[in-house]
């Protein structure tokens, strides 16, 4: 079965960090293009940050310089570490695997930045 699976959200308070990972199954983690998205209320969703299949990385303005997305291959896994985080960055995360016109998502996980 192909599926991707996030996990590591939660509630931090501002300034803070979490690091997020999606699981990847069913399909050649490898050759994908892995990004997470996000998604907060009443608002479209998201590019967050991207890593291409050779690693070559991509972020939002709003997130460069705090967020680091990374794949470990041999996991199949790809991570989202989020620092010095803010209100803003309140959101579902997504994590997407895409290669040619075929993608997969996940689920979601709820990340909370409060006090």
């Known amino acids: 079965q192909v599926q991707v699976v996030e996990s590591g959200g939660g509630l931090v308070q501002p300034g803070g960090s979490l690091r997020l990972s999606c699981a990847a199954s069913?399909?050649?983690?490898?050759?994908?293009?892995m990004s997470w998205y996000r998604q907060a209320p009443g608002k479209e969703r998201d590019l967050v940050a991207g890593?291409?299949?050779?690693?070559?990385?991509n972020y939002a303005d709003s997130v460069k310089g705090r967020f680091t997305i990374s794949r470990d291959n041999d996991r199949n896994t790809v991570y989202l570490q989020m620092n010095s985080l803010k209100p803003e960055d309140t959101a579902v995360y997504y994590c997407?695997?895409?290669?040619?016109?075929?993608?997969?998502w996940g689920q979601g996980t709820q990340v909370t930045v409060s006090s």
């Open positions: 997407n695997a895409r290669q040619f016109n075929y993608a997969v």
């Open positions: 069913g399909f050649t983690f490898s050759a994908y293009a």
């Open positions: 890593i291409r299949a050779g690693g070559t990385t």
